[in-house]
T-cell receptor
Framework: QQQVKQSPQSLIVQKGGISIINCAYE??????FPWYQQFPGKGPALLIA?????SEKKEGRFTISFNKSAKQFSLHIMDSQPGDSATYFC???????????FGEGTQLTVNP | EAGVAQSPRYKIIEKRQSVAFWCNPI?????LYWYQQILGQGPKLLIQ????????DSQLPKDRFSAERLKGVDSTLKIQPAKLEDSAVYLC????????????FGPGTRLTVL
């Protein structure tokens, strides 16, 4: 019930390409879905987040797509850059509490 | 604005030894979290404080892990005695309030248990 499953485990994309990372959740009580970016030796940093009342949210080159009926959400990185190379984590939580349940992570490599 | 500070950044100990990690959250942040991040996995919440009270410690292995936040500011996480499977990065995060808003993470302490 508390799991968030993330795929793929690793992803290699060419510069300028589109990176797509997918997550699925089980607990229908989750209503906050953030994506975190983590560079080696650093803590995770919030990238973008969505609530289930919208199906898509875009901030610059980053877009979250949300499918409530399928209990899935995804991160799209447009025009991927070598500086985007990092590990990306999806997460979910209930607004009433603040525990974040994280996915397993996706290691993204953007080749120049 | 200064971020979440953690120390030490790295620690290597033998199994059955004790270790303590320190966290200083962002000034004014009432909520503080400790996460365990095993290599290749996402962070897992160990304990959440609201000021100096524990809100959620359901995933804290209480037979060996303890944490405190006595004055509602700094926090210490202790492991006693350590096991090999405790090797991980221990992340501290803070948030202004308990509901809503962003969690800000520190750089973490990488623990290696030999």
């Amino acid at each position: 019930q508390q799991q968030v499953k993330q795929s793929p485990q690793s992803l290699i994309v060419q510069k300028g390409g589109i990176s797509i990372i997918n997550c699925a959740y089980e607990n229908t009580a989750f209503d906050y879905f953030p994506w975190y970016q983590q560079f080696p030796g650093k803590g995770p940093a919030l990238l973008i987040a969505i609530r289930p009342d919208v199906s898509e949210k875009k901030e610059g080159r980053f877009t979250i797509s949300f499918n409530k009926s399928a209990k899935q959400f995804s991160l799209h990185i447009m025009d991927s850059q070598p500086g985007d190379s990092a590990t990306y984590f999806c997460a979910a939580s209930k607004t009433s509490g603040s525990r974040l349940t994280f996915g397993e992570g996706t290691q993204l490599t953007v080749n120049p | 604005e200064a971020g979440v500070a953690q120390s030490p950044r790295y620690k290597i100990i033998e199994k059955r030894q004790s270790v303590a990690f320190w966290c200083n959250p962002i000034s004014g942040h009432a909520t503080l979290y400790w996460y365990q991040q095993i290599l290749g996995q996402g962070p897992k919440l160990l304990i959440q404080f609201q000021n100096n009270g524990v809100v959620d410690d359901s995933q804290l292995p209480k037979d060996r892990f303890s944490a405190e936040r006595l004055k509602g500011v700094d926090s210490t996480l202790k492991i006693q005695p350590a096991k090999l499977e405790d090797s991980a990065v221990y992340l501290c995060a803070s948030r202004l309030t308990s509901i809503g808003g962003e969690q800000f993470f520190g750089p973490g302490t990488r623990l290696t248990v030999l």
